[in-house]
């Protein structure tokens, strides 16, 4: 059973018969290491320096998603990538428009209600403070829908500064964590990015999360290109360790290297006595009590020992589940499985084509949270 409500199975029924969500995003796109990213919308007002929102094509003044919330639950559901449920795919909020942007806030309520029938653990980052009623809603979707909702507040830095010139200041946001706390949500302070000559006062950060009542901090990387390159330099930013970690800056996203400053970060955070997490995903798995999807405590990259224990909530495997679920997506017969901790290792009659390979070893390191390995023959 993939969904959980009968009657939102029903309605998904009714709108697959008519082809609505089809042409969606969210019909297609393959998970990003935070889940699948839920657009509520496009765009940003706040001009933070270091954004690479407007290096997606997507900037300007902030634009709800014209898709009615069932055509966006319709077109999650058809994504073959999708897997629903709690042990399913993460779903995450705010990556290219903040989701409690007043242009679009009304959207975000109504996705997030999708997203509490499909059952799947959510994750929301933002940098605004909305007003006491959406909090209240959400308190609602949460307590009568069961909500699965894992709350991010992005901080940079404490001190007035022109990275984000048009952003909320620092202490409403703090003022947030506070109240979103006081409400029961699981929330934590994205500490993004990391700008390596700022790491000082991203230590305030760190202070100023334990002071807000935060349950722990998500350390964040940093993209840049040439673009957001100038545009640090020009709010006072020394760029020069930046550019050394790069070794050829172009108009292409890359990611910085900021290892030794997560390192710091990450004891800092321990010290106060947070919870510390080096990518989103370990954070909205630590709040939904199930184990990451990205497998992260497979290797000491990712895994900070959040205390979520990851190992001991696996799914159960056998060969007629692993058999009975590649046969509902694939109807390819299964000759043998054989698993671990770690591995799902599946044998398969024949070999399937590269794209249903590729949405097989998704689906499967997701439902049965192992890393899949697909032989034929």
């Known amino acids: ?157 404490l001190r007035p500064n022109v990275l984000e010139p048009y952003a909320p ?43 807000a009542g935060a349950r722990g901090v998500v350390i964040g990387g940093l993209l840049i290109n040439r673009n957001i390159l100038y545009r640090l330099k020009r709010a006072g930013i020394d760029v020069s360790s930046i550019r050394d970690r790069v070794q050829h800056v172009t108009d292409k996203l890359r990611s910085v290297s900021v290892r030794r400053e997560k390192l710091v970060l990450l004891r800092r955070v321990k010290e106060v006595g947070l919870t510390a997490f080096l990518t989103a995903c370990c954070a909205n798995a630590s709040a939904a009590g199930v184990p990451c999807t990205g497998l992260c405590w497979h290797t000491a990259k990712f895994c900070t020992n959040c205390g979520n224990r990851c190992w001991e909530k696996l799914p159960s495997v056998s060969k007629e589940l692993v058999a009975d679920f590649i046969r509902e997506i694939a109807r390819l017969p299964v000759k043998d499985v054989s698993w671990n901790e770690r591995r799902l290792r599946v044998r398969l009659q024949k070999h399937p084509s590269p794209l249903l390979s590729r949405v097989l070893k998704v689906r499967l390191q997701v439902r049965f949270r192992r890393r899949p390995l697909l032989l034929a023959g």
Not at 174 to 180: D, S, T
Not at 182 to 201: C, T
Request: proline share 10%; hydrophobic share 40%.
């Open 169 to 211: 200041p620092p202490e409403e946001r703090l003022q947030l964590v506070g109240e979103l706390r006081d409400l029961g949500f699981m929330v934590d302070v994205f500490l993004r990015p990391l700008i390596p000559p700022l790491l000082n006062q991203h230590l305030e950060v760190v202070d100023a999360a334990r002071a």
């Open 1 to 157: 059973m993939r969904i959980r409500d009968p009657h939102f199975a029903g309605l998904l029924d009714d709108l697959a018969s008519t082809g609505v969500g089809r042409r969606d995003g969210h019909a297609y796109r393959a998970p990003r290491p935070c889940g699948l990213t839920c657009h509520v919308g496009w765009g940003c007002d706040h001009f933070c320096a270091y954004c690479y929102v407007p290096e997606l094509g997507l900037g300007g003044p902030p634009r709800p998603n014209p898709a009615p919330a069932g055509v966006f639950a319709v077109a999650v559901f058809r994504n073959p990538f999708f897997e629903p449920g709690r042990y399913g795919t993460f779903l995450a909020f705010g990556s290219v428009c903040d989701p409690f942007h007043p242009a679009v806030i009304h959207q975000t309520l109504s996705y997030l209600a999708q997203a509490a029938r499909l059952g799947n653990p959510s994750q929301l980052a933002t940098k605004i403070r909305p007003p006491k009623s959406v909090l209240n809603a959400l308190r609602w979707l949460r307590e009568e829908h069961q909500l699965q909702l894992n709350l991010l507040v992005s901080l940079t830095v």
